[in-house]
């Protein structure tokens, strides 16, 4: 799986949207991008991929570049409960990839203030 | 659907003694992943299983094993307990599909005194 680089932290202030940048220069054709989320002291959440078309749920967007080089998550209102640590991971989701295993890196750490 | 559920939520061991920790999927899935989470590594894969056989395994000593029984339900070993052991043990699990996603439980807190 391709490695990823995050900022270890960011603020937001709350209302405001948070975007967390994820690079991923090495990511192959076949690899998607996952983002997940830590609330303090609980399982990490899945929150949203993407192949290479933007994506968007009711949680987040994910903006992925034309080259699939770096992506960007979009918090379009983020709220005090959204501060959490954010993981970006890049991993084959079919075929032989279709597995449990999930390669956490440091991941960025959101602190969203009043 | 209830979620994934884990036990017990919080464990004190000593040193040299053997832990078991248990993990139930949501309905219906198959694949069972263990994880550790220290503050110095990280949240670090341990091992998946998927109908009853580890499919994959992380580079853990082999202190740390683990088994799938025939409903799902998973439990992870660790023998010889050492101080670095301590941890938060998270379980996931997931449906067999593509880009399915995981569903973690709340983690088993374990400390090694």
């Known amino acids: 799986d391709a490695k990823t680089t995050q900022p270890p932290s960011m603020d937001c202030a709350e209302g405001r949207a948070a975007n967390l940048p994820c690079n991923h220069s090495t990511i192959s054709g076949n690899e998607y991008v996952y983002w997940y989320r830590q609330i303090h002291s609980q399982g990490p959440q899945y929150i949203i991929h993407g192949l290479k078309n933007n994506e968007t749920n009711e949680m987040a967007s994910l903006i992925i570049t034309e080259d699939r080089k770096s992506s960007t998550l979009i918090l379009p209102h983020a709220t005090l409960r959204d501060t959490a640590v954010y993981y970006c991971i890049v991993r084959v989701a079919h075929g032989s990839g279709n597995t449990g295993k999930l390669i956490f890196g440091q991941g960025t750490t959101l602190q969203v203030k009043p | 659907k209830a979620g994934v559920t884990q036990t017990p939520r919080y464990l004190i061991k000593t040193r040299g003694q053997q832990v078991t920790l248990s993990c139930s999927p949501i309905s219906g899935h198959r694949s069972v992943s263990w994880y550790q989470q220290t503050p110095g590594q990280g949240l670090q894969f341990l091992f998946e299983?998927?109908?009853?056989?580890?499919?994959n395994k992380g580079n853990f000593p082999g202190r740390f094993s683990g088994r799938q029984f025939s409903n799902s339900r998973s439990e992870m070993n660790v023998s010889t307990l050492e101080l670095g052991d301590s941890a938060l043990y998270l379980c996931a699990s997931k449906e067999q599909g593509i880009y399915n996603e995981q569903f973690f439980g709340p983690g088993t807190r374990l400390t090694v005194l």
């Open positions: 299983y998927f109908s009853e056989t580890q499919r």
